[in-house]
């Protein structure tokens, strides 16, 4: 069975970091692009940034400028996702989730999403 599972969210201040990680069972990151999503308390679920899977390109939505980066390690079968300058609006539960080999820009095309990991930052 396939299954991702996030991890690495925790209380930040204002303007530190955090690195989450997404890590892949069942099925490996050379067949699917990974997708970094995030959802904050009464508000939709957006995306952050896409890693293809065969060449490792990124994609960004658009909902973050320049201060996340997202990267894996196909011998861990793992996707990060590095977030510098966190700010109090960066506070929600973050989800990874799969699609198919390229990234695509909408929510809705993502599937088997983990159960997400909480990050919060104090002002």
């Known amino acids: 069975q396939s299954h991702l599972v996030e991890s690495g969210g925790g209380l930040v201040q204002r303007g530190g970091s955090l690195r989450l990680s997404c890590a892949a069972s069942?099925?490996?990151?050379?067949?699917?692009?990974i997708g970094w999503f995030r959802q904050a308390p009464g508000k939709e679920r957006e995306g952050i940034l896409c890693?293809?899977?065969?060449?490792?390109?990124?994609y960004s939505f658009g909902s973050v400028k320049g201060r996340f980066t997202i990267s894996r390690d196909m011998s861990k079968n793992t996707v990060y996702l590095q977030m510098n300058s966190l700010q109090p609006e960066d506070t929600a539960v973050y989800y990874c989730?799969?699609?198919?080999?390229?990234?695509?820009?909408?929510?809705?095309?993502?599937?088997?999403w983990g159960p997400g990991t909480q990050v919060t930052v104090s002002s």
């Open positions: 989730a799969r699609t198919t080999i390229r990234c695509r820009g909408e929510v809705g095309d993502y599937y088997t």
């Open positions: 069942g099925f490996t990151l050379g067949g699917y692009a």
């Open positions: 890693i293809s899977a065969r060449d490792g390109n990124t």
